[in-house]
């Protein structure tokens, strides 16, 4: 399958952590990445090749892998966080496929 | 610093073609291990990966798409493009280009265009 899955919605008390899932069979033979997307923005690279944080993401930010199924960490959830968020990878073809899309919200 | 600009209609009429010119500034589309591509998002969904091409001219396409589609590059203008054919309103979206890795970051995106919407009404 060339399908990644994510929960439509998440929340989180302001401080505290909260984790994104994201599965598809893809995941056990590439690596995923994970961008942020505020309204009306680009959508951001936060985390790629599984745990990997480009130059100016905070460190709050984090990924893991494990067979099929990927997540991303937020730790000490800020306020400016609120935002939907992607995972995305490749499959075999290569595609570039992404997931649904999860919107956290900062409570 | 790299910079991607989307630039073309943002009104096509239902059965046209949809064409639309990412440049490419502070950077050379002519770069091994990138490939650029066209990402869109309908209002108030998710992102769809469109195509791809590497700055040679090879070519992948979303198969959902590939009968309809056909990107290209122009290392000269440092500039790739994008035509879908027969667009109905369902193509209306906002359209990203973008780029990203090769191998086993294919699907490593990591420039964006800052995107423009494209709405496809009579």
């Known amino acids: 399958s060339s399908e990644l899955t994510q929960d439509p919605a998440v929340s989180v008390a302001l401080g505290q952590t909260v984790r994104i899932t994201c599965q598809g069979d893809?995941?056990?033979?590439?690596?995923v990445s994970w961008y942020q997307q505020k309204p009306g923005q680009a959508p951001l690279l936060v985390i790629y090749d599984k745990n990997n944080r480009p130059s100016g993401i905070p460190d709050r930010f984090s990924g893991s892998s494990s067979g099929n199924t990927a997540s991303l960490t937020i730790t000490g959830a800020q306020a400016e966080d609120e935002a939907d968020y992607y995972c995305?990878?490749?499959?075999?073809?290569?595609?570039?496929?992404f997931g649904g899309g999860t919107k956290v919200t900062v409570l | 610093h790299l910079q991607l600009q989307e630039s073309g209609p943002g009104l096509v009429k239902p059965s046209e073609t949809l064409s639309l010119t990412c440049t490419i500034s502070g950077g050379s589309i002519s770069i091994s291990s990138y490939y650029w591509g066209w990402i869109r998002q309908p209002p108030g969904k998710g992102l769809e990966w469109i195509a791809s091409?590497?700055?040679?001219?090879?070519?992948h396409y979303n198969s959902s798409l590939t009968s309809r589609v056909t990107i290209s590059v122009d290392t000269s203008e440092n500039q790739f493009s994008l035509k879908l054919n027969s667009v109905t309103a369902a193509d209306t979206a906002v359209y990203y280009c973008?780029?990203?890795?090769?191998?086993?970051?294919?699907?490593?995106?990591?420039?964006w265009g800052r995107g423009t919407l494209v709405t496809v009404s009579s």
């Open positions: 893809s995941l056990r033979s590439y690596y």
């Open positions: 995305n990878s490749r499959d075999s073809s290569p595609n570039v496929i």
């Open positions: 973008a780029r990203h890795g090769d191998h086993g970051d294919f699907g490593k995106i990591d420039y």
């Open positions: 091409i590497y700055y040679i001219g090879y070519t």
